[in-house]
């Protein structure tokens, strides 16, 4: 079992940056990701990343987030930019328990217990 934890949620002015952190109770060395449920919406992918660091992005977030891990602290981060208010929503740390990674939350076993992040405009 690996347990996570997020933290870093907030609220923030439009245009406005946060970095969310996911710290992991097991060394992990495979696919994490975040994801995302707004108000009123469904589980959205938002960043994957491989154990060698392949990352994928969501059209919606390309160029405005990064996403990043440091296996020593058995870290995931998510750094948001240029935050608009359709990005409030509650953001999941999740992991796989396969290398190979996917941008369906059907496809993660673990998940954080979700840090919220709200824009106003």
């Known amino acids: 079992q690996v347990q996570l934890v997020e933290s870093g949620g907030g609220s923030v002015q439009a245009g406005g940056a946060l970095r969310l952190s996911c710290v992991a109770s097991?060394?992990?060395?495979?696919?994490m990701g975040w994801f995302r449920q707004g108000p009123g919406k469904e589980r959205e992918g938002v960043a994957t990343?491989?154990?060698?660091?392949?990352?994928y992005y969501a059209d919606i977030v390309k160029g405005r987030f990064t996403i990043s891990r440091d296996f020593a602290k058995t870290a995931l981060y998510l750094q948001m930019n240029s935050l608009k208010p359709e990005d409030t929503a509650v953001y999941y740390c999740?992991?796989?328990?396969?290398?190979?990674?996917?941008?369906?939350?059907?496809?993660?076993?673990?998940w954080g217990q979700g840090t919220q992040v709200t824009v106003s405009s």
């Open positions: 999740a992991a796989r328990e396969f290398s190979s990674c996917y941008t369906d939350a059907r496809y993660f076993r673990f």
């Open positions: 097991t060394h992990t060395s495979n696919c």
């Open positions: 990343i491989s154990s060698d660091g392949e990352t």
